[in-house]
């Protein structure tokens, strides 16, 4: 298991989630001196050329009916603001210190490659690729339209708005790619960031399909950063948006270079198949750029990686201590940042706590405030929070990496928990809340581990149980993710966990022996 910037990654590719930005004394000390001076200078420039082109963005649609606002804008509308927008845009980043842009390769013409696909999405300073492109539309959450300037200029580009929390609306946006792209060049060239995130450019992740859902040909754009001070990034976790803000105005100058590769057609299968044709420009792109092509994605702000269908978080649980544990509940459960960041829990207590949880979850009580978790706790902290936890999802996250319940007992009870009509067989709903469970990362795709367990349509304990212990790659979740160390657990006060320290009575109740 590697570890990079003090985040765990299970797999064998660099954590592409995380940033921090490294800096020597003399970096640090120059970069004080030069972003006080530049910094306010290059803000406020950026600012009026934002809002000089605010207006303008707004005239581009003004007085057009919703029909014609539907079709591609020509006329003045086009041939007199196209070119002052772009002006305008060039002089924002040119404000912020990217003073020049050096292009490698040739941008293919619309007819050739009806859309661009850009990677490594590195942070919002990205856009300064729709300069060398001439403001290709783009595809954009339909929350930026209420930002200011933002949403005008995303109104003047035309792009292609989808709501992630709307599945209407990323039917609608589907639907609209497939008609722009399958144009002939009635729409203009479109740009997209198929990553759909940013990333520290270590390595690709998975190419999400909805540049290639039409079929149609594309160019690939890569994206390069050659400075000294890797300050562009804005991640997960590590740098701040405004950290990035501040140092790379307080540079001299930053470079960027863009190189348009070959134009890549699919092949027949390709075309049938948007996810192979993805995966493997996603590949043809990472050789270019000389970095690892992933199955990373982000799911619901969480970092993971696939495999037999599961969501697996990148950083393990089963991997860290309790104290960590209390880092990824931060992580998880926003709502109990203040409760949890400040206890380190000894061994005894972690016991006493899961013996709590357990309890109050066979009664039937599975949800929790903020203010219970912390009477469940054991704990003299009672701030509270508006959202409440299921304590199933705490209970196993902890109880899988604390050692203390062996994962046959630990899956017995989780079957319990989720057989909600005691029938002794789970639905696929039950498997997926089951494992997301386990996991800690909620689960959507649990089709493959239902059919590899269920037997005739009905999921048995005993099915599932062999499946997870015996199956090769399921075996890999459970020895990555739910098995904590074979020589014992380490608590947050330090105190080695004996793994084989509880038993499993008749009735399916978890008992703990006293810790020595």
Same mark, same amino acid.
């Given at each position: 298991?590697g570890s990079?910037n003090?985040?765990?990654?299970?797999h064998?590719? /660099?954590?592409p989630?995380? %940033?921090?930005l490294?800096?020597?004394?003399?970096?640090?000390?120059?970069?004080i001196i030069l972003?006080?001076?530049?910094?306010?200078l290059?803000?406020?420039?950026a600012?009026?050329? =934002? $809002?000089?082109?605010? /207006?303008?963005?707004? +005239?581009?649609?003004?007085?057009l009916s919703?029909?014609?606002?539907s079709r &591609?804008?020509?006329?003045?509308r086009r041939w007199?603001?196209?070119p002052?927008?772009?002006?305008l845009?060039?002089?924002?980043?040119f404000?912020?210190?990217?003073?020049?842009?050096?292009?490698?390769?040739?941008?293919?013409?619309?007819?050739e490659a009806?859309v661009?696909?850009?990677?490594?999405?590195s942070s =919002?300073?990205?856009?300064?690729?729709?300069?060398p492109?001439?403001?290709?539309?783009?595809v954009s959450?339909s929350e930026?339209?209420?930002?200011?300037v933002?949403g005008?200029?995303? !109104?003047?580009?035309?792009?292609?708005?989808?709501?992630?929390?709307d &599945? *209407?609306?990323?039917k609608k946006?589907?639907a609209?790619?497939? #008609?722009?792209?399958?144009?002939?060049?009635y729409?203009p060239?479109?740009l997209?960031?198929? !990553?759909?995130?940013?990333t520290n450019?270590r390595?690709l992740?998975? =190419?999400?399909p909805?540049?290639?859902l039409?079929?149609? /040909?594309?160019?690939p754009? +890569?994206l390069?950063?050659?400075? !000294?001070?890797?300050?562009v990034r804005?991640?997960?976790?590590?740098?701040?948006?405004l950290?990035?803000l501040w140092?790379?105005a307080?540079?001299?100058y930053?470079?960027?270079?863009?190189?348009?590769?070959p134009v890549y057609s699919?092949s $027949?299968?390709e075309?049938?198949?948007?996810?192979l044709?993805?995966?493997?420009v996603?590949?043809l792109?990472?050789?270019?750029?000389?970095?690892?092509a992933?199955?990373?994605?982000?799911?619901?702000?969480?970092?993971v990686?696939k $495999?037999g269908?599961?969501s697996l978080?990148?950083?393990?649980?089963?991997?860290?201590?309790?104290?960590?544990v209390?880092?990824k509940?931060l992580?998880?459960l926003?709502p109990f940042l203040?409760?949890l960041?400040s206890?380190s829990?000894?061994?005894? *207590?972690?016991?006493?706590?899961?013996?709590r949880?357990?309890d109050?979850?066979?009664s039937g009580?599975?949800?929790?405030?903020?203010?219970? +978790?912390v009477?469940i706790l054991g704990?003299?902290?009672?701030?509270?929070?508006d #959202?409440n936890?299921d304590?199933?999802?705490?209970?196993?996250s902890?109880?899988?990496?604390?050692?203390?319940v062996?994962?046959?007992?630990?899956?017995?009870t989780a079957?319990?928990?989720f057989d909600?009509?005691?029938?002794?067989s789970?639905?696929?709903?039950?498997?997926?809340?089951?494992?997301?469970a386990?996991?800690?990362?909620?689960q959507h795709?649990?089709?493959?581990?239902y059919?590899e367990?269920?037997?005739y349509?009905?999921?048995?304990e005993e %099915?599932?149980?062999?499946?997870?212990?015996?199956?090769?790659?399921y075996q890999?979740?459970?020895? #990555?993710?739910?098995? /904590?160390? !074979?020589?014992?657990?380490?608590?947050?006060?330090? #105190?080695?966990?004996?793994?084989?320290?509880?038993? %499993?009575?008749?009735?399916?109740?978890?008992?703990?022996?006293?810790?020595q």
């Amino acid at each position: 298991m590697g570890s990079h910037n003090g985040l765990s990654c299970t797999h064998e590719y /660099p954590h592409p989630f995380v %940033h921090e930005l490294k800096m020597t004394r003399f970096q640090r000390t120059k970069g004080i001196i030069l972003g006080s001076i530049l910094f306010p200078l290059r803000i406020a420039m950026a600012s009026l050329f =934002f $809002l000089i082109s605010w /207006p303008l963005a707004r +005239l581009r649609l003004a007085g057009l009916s919703e029909e014609e606002c539907s079709r &591609p804008v020509t006329g003045w509308r086009r041939w007199l603001l196209h070119p002052i927008i772009w002006l305008l845009s060039r002089a924002v980043f040119f404000s912020m210190g990217f003073l020049w842009v050096r292009v490698k390769g040739r941008r293919a013409d619309l007819k050739e490659a009806p859309v661009l696909v850009v990677a490594p999405h590195s942070s =919002f300073l990205d856009m300064l690729v729709l300069c060398p492109t001439q403001l290709a539309t783009v595809v954009s959450r339909s929350e930026n339209t209420k930002l200011p300037v933002i949403g005008a200029l995303l !109104e003047f580009n035309q792009s292609v708005l989808v709501s992630r929390k709307d &599945p *209407e609306s990323r039917k609608k946006a589907v639907a609209q790619l497939n #008609e722009r792209l399958t144009s002939q060049g009635y729409w203009p060239q479109m740009l997209m960031f198929p !990553e759909g995130t940013t990333t520290n450019g270590r390595a690709l992740i998975k =190419f999400k399909p909805g540049a290639f859902l039409a079929g149609v /040909p594309v160019q690939p754009v +890569l994206l390069r950063y050659p400075n !000294e001070l890797d300050c562009v990034r804005w991640t997960y976790k590590g740098t701040t948006w405004l950290e990035v803000l501040w140092h790379t105005a307080s540079q001299l100058y930053t470079n960027m270079t863009i190189e348009f590769l070959p134009v890549y057609s699919p092949s $027949l299968e390709e075309k049938k198949d948007p996810n192979l044709y993805a995966d493997n420009v996603q590949k043809l792109m990472a050789r270019a750029l000389g970095v690892p092509a992933t199955d990373y994605v982000m799911e619901g702000r969480i970092p993971v990686h696939k $495999l037999g269908g599961l969501s697996l978080p990148l950083d393990s649980p089963a991997r860290e201590t309790l104290s960590a544990v209390a880092q990824k509940w931060l992580h998880l459960l926003p709502p109990f940042l203040m409760v949890l960041s400040s206890f380190s829990l000894g061994a005894a *207590e972690v016991e006493a706590a899961l013996r709590r949880m357990i309890d109050r979850c066979q009664s039937g009580s599975v949800k929790a405030c903020a203010e219970d +978790l912390v009477s469940i706790l054991g704990l003299t902290d009672k701030r509270a929070a508006d #959202e409440n936890v299921d304590l199933r999802h705490i209970y196993f996250s902890v109880a899988a990496l604390s050692g203390f319940v062996s994962f046959k007992s630990l899956l017995h009870t989780a079957f319990t928990c989720f057989d909600k009509e005691g029938h002794g067989s789970l639905s696929a709903g039950d498997l997926s809340n089951l494992m997301g469970a386990l996991l800690g990362v909620p689960q959507h795709k649990v089709e493959e581990l239902y059919a590899e367990a269920s037997n005739y349509g009905c999921l048995t304990e005993e %099915h599932l149980l062999r499946v997870l212990t015996s199956h090769p790659t399921y075996q890999r979740v459970l020895n #990555e993710y739910l098995h /904590p160390d !074979e020589t014992g657990s380490l608590l947050a006060n330090g #105190e080695a966990v004996n793994n084989n320290s509880n038993t %499993h009575n008749s009735n399916g109740s978890l008992q703990y022996k006293k810790l020595q």
